[in-house]
């Protein structure tokens, strides 16, 4: 699998956009972007993930550049109980298999 | 809620004692995964089924074994057990093994060795 690259730890105002970077300058065409996040030992929860364009549900919204070398994960409205621990994984596909390749994360401290 | 179950959720066992934990994934979800999670290792994959076969392996120990059952529930069997092996230990599913198949996880099942 392509590596990620986050920084440890964020801070963000409640309320505010939460803005999570991650670098993955050897991406592969097929290689998709996830993010997950996990909050105090309870299991990772999905949030997002995407091949090429820039994807938005109700929880998130992803960006990634042109590219493909990097992209954003944006909480448009940040909450205390989105504090948590964010991983960005690339994960690789073909063979008949494909898992998730854990970091360590961005640790997302959202504050009042 | 995710709609993987795990149980037990706890777990406190003596060392070289066997174990089993048990995952029913997702209706509809093919695919099963088991993760371990320990204070300094992170989450590490350990094996992956796709209905009822083996298609990937990670960093899982020989004293471990999984396996996936015709109703698509799987169990981890963790043997002779040591102090190392306490840890969360997540199951995950997902309908297919392609890539671009969400994988969701459960709730986890904290194993502790003394």
């Known amino acids: 699998d392509a590596k990620t690259t986050q920084p440890p730890s964020m801070d963000c105002a409640e309320g505010r956009a939460a803005n999570l970077p991650c670098n993955h300058s050897t991406i592969s065409g097929n290689e998709y972007v996830y993010w997950y996040r996990q909050i105090h030992s309870q299991g990772p929860q999905y949030i997002i993930h995407g091949l090429k364009n820039n994807e938005t549900n109700e929880m998130a919204s992803l960006i990634i550049t042109e590219d493909r070398k990097s992209s954003t994960l944006i909480l448009p409205h940040a909450t205390l109980r989105d504090t948590a621990v964010y991983y960005c994984?690339?994960?690789?596909?073909?063979?008949?298999?494909?898992?998730?390749?854990f970091g360590k994360g961005t640790m997302l401290l959202v504050s009042p | 809620d995710s709609g993987v179950t795990q149980t037990p959720k706890h777990l406190i066992t003596a060392t070289g004692q066997r174990v089993t934990l048990r995952c029913s994934p997702r209706?509809?979800?093919?695919?099963v995964y088991w993760y371990q999670q320990s204070l300094d290792q992170g989450l590490q994959f350990l094996i992956q089924y796709y209905n009822g076969e083996e298609r990937a392996k990670g960093n899982i120990l020989e004293r471990f074994s999984a396996q996936q059952f015709p109703d698509l529930h799987s169990e981890l069997n963790l043997s002779s057990l040591e102090l190392g092996d306490s840890a969360l230990y997540f199951c995950?599913?997902?309908?297919?093994?392609?890539?671009?198949?969400?994988?969701?996880f459960g709730e986890g099942s904290w194993l502790t060795v003394v």
């Open positions: 995950a599913s997902s309908v297919g093994s392609d890539s671009g198949n969400t994988i969701y």
């Open positions: 209706s509809g979800d093919l695919s």
């Open positions: 994984i690339v994960r690789v596909g073909g063979g008949g298999y494909s898992t998730l390749t």
